[in-house]
């Protein structure tokens, strides 16, 4: 009886390892919601989302009749690169893990990329919205993408509704104009409440997205892939000059939008002192916020948009499951990030979150709440890029924004450093 039970499980795992060969070859495709093979055993999902969070979502989706099942394990948000970095290269890491779209590129030679013939291009845009697209590279897939945190405007009602300011602004013309009203100052200029954080880097939470937020806004990718390879294209757009000198005049007392300066503290937690009309975050903020003043009567809109533009455009945070190289059992890994980034699992994920699912089919599902229907649309619209370092592009965005303040660059030049920064940054 043993014996028999012995062959029967090596027939088994024999024929998951030909079918998984079969799937990433491309001769049994991909991308209908599902796998058409069957997964066999457990494997490892590490990532530095709340067991709590994981352990309800995990319970379920285990419980489906399966052959295989996810055990997961929670990783310090501080320590997760070092900690993940070690283990693949001890050949005892995951066999998947949470991919944010700023450690893509980090991780691009060590993830196991789900070929183009199994997953097709039109498949994968036709299931995921824009922002998945930072993990489709020309040679395939780096990841399922699962979620979308999208950037948006968040503002503070009482401020408005004391202006006679009925709806937030729609685009950056009707921004620009409102400022001013919202800003209060001082017999010497000394600025006492502020429509906008915006002109500083250091002190305005999320600086680079908004910045990236303007620039992809004009039409530039930031990194595009050429050949294979990955290349700044910054300063291949002459209108990224204006839009920087648009972002630090917030920061200029002699502008008629002057509303921010070095003695502020970050934006978030100005904001949550009801001096800041608007400020700029991340849908998964809003607990935060909430948290931090309960009393506090805000809203949320869409991020301002290019008045007459043809396409609407905000920042986000794209997370997706990714398949390491290293993993012991590839064709369940597969199947599992394939399944789990396509149902059930990642609308309940999303929601646990507060952010939007990656799934097309699944951002029509919006929640029944005030902020959800904002967030799920911004999430349609949302646009991410591959940063090859998130800690070195942060320097070069802040260097950028403070040549400029400090008038140790032209708008023109600190573009072009940025570029060539960023380019140095994107060679293997």
């Not at 893509?104 to 922002?131: D, M, Q, V």
């Not at 620039?215 to 595009?224: S, Y």
């Not at 002459?238 to 300066?261: H, Q, R």
């Amino acid at each position: 009886m043993k014996d028999n039970f012995q062959i029967i499980m090596v027939v088994v795992f024999i024929a998951a390892a030909i079918l998984g060969v079969l799937v990433f070859s491309g001769a049994i495709p991909l991308g209908g919601g599902g796998s058409t093979t069957a997964g066999v055993g457990p494997v490892v999902l590490w990532g530095t989302i709340p067991d709590e969070t994981m352990a309800t979502l995990l319970e379920e989706y285990n419980t489906v009749d399966k052959n295989y099942t996810v055990q997961y394990i929670k990783k310090s948000a501080e320590t997760f690169d070092q900690d993940l970095l070690e283990a693949l290269a001890a050949g005892s890491g995951p066999d998947m893990f949470f991919l944010p779209d700023d450690l893509a590129y980090h991780y691009a030679n060590k993830i196991f990329k789900i070929s183009l013939e199994s997953y097709p291009i039109a498949t994968f845009k036709n299931n995921f919205a824009g922002a998945g697209e930072v993990f489709l590279l020309s040679d395939g897939l780096l990841a399922f993408p699962i979620t979308i945190d999208p950037l948006v405007l968040y503002y503070n009602r009482s401020i408005l509704d004391a202006n006679n300011i009925v709806f937030p602004p729609k685009d950056w013309d009707e921004f620009i104009a409102l400022v001013p009203k919202l800003t209060s100052k001082d017999a010497n200029n000394k600025i006492i409440k502020s429509g906008a954080a915006l002109g500083h880097f250091a002190n305005v939470l999320h600086a680079k997205d908004i910045l990236s937020t303007l620039f992809m806004q004009l039409g530039d990718k930031i990194v595009a892939e050429k050949g294979g390879s990955f290349i700044s294209v910054l300063d291949e757009n002459e209108n990224l000059e204006p839009a920087l000198v648009f972002y630090t005049g917030f920061a200029d007392p002699l502008k008629s939008i002057y509303s921010w300066n070095r003695s502020f503290p970050n934006s978030r937690d100005f904001f949550s002192t009801e001096r800041l009309a608007f400020y700029f975050g991340f849908a998964s903020e809003f607990p935060v916020l909430v948290n931090k003043n309960p009393n506090q009567n805000f809203q949320v809109a869409p991020v301002p948009q290019l008045r007459g533009a043809a396409f609407k455009l905000t920042s986000a945070n794209v997370t997706g499951i990714a398949i390491s190289s290293f993993s012991k059992n590839l064709n369940t890994a597969l199947i599992a990030a394939s399944e789990m980034t396509a149902g059930e699992f990642a609308r309940k994920f999303a929601t646990a979150l507060g952010v939007a699912p990656a799934r097309r089919d699944l951002l029509v599902q919006v929640p029944n709440d005030p902020f959800s229907p904002t967030f799920y649309s911004s999430a349609l619209f949302a646009k991410s890029w591959l940063d090859p370092s998130p800690k070195d592009t942060d320097n070069i965005f802040r260097t950028i924004v403070e040549g400029v303040l400090s008038s140790n660059l032209t708008a023109d030049n600190a573009i072009k450093d940025a570029s060539a920064k960023l380019g140095l940054l994107l060679i293997r």
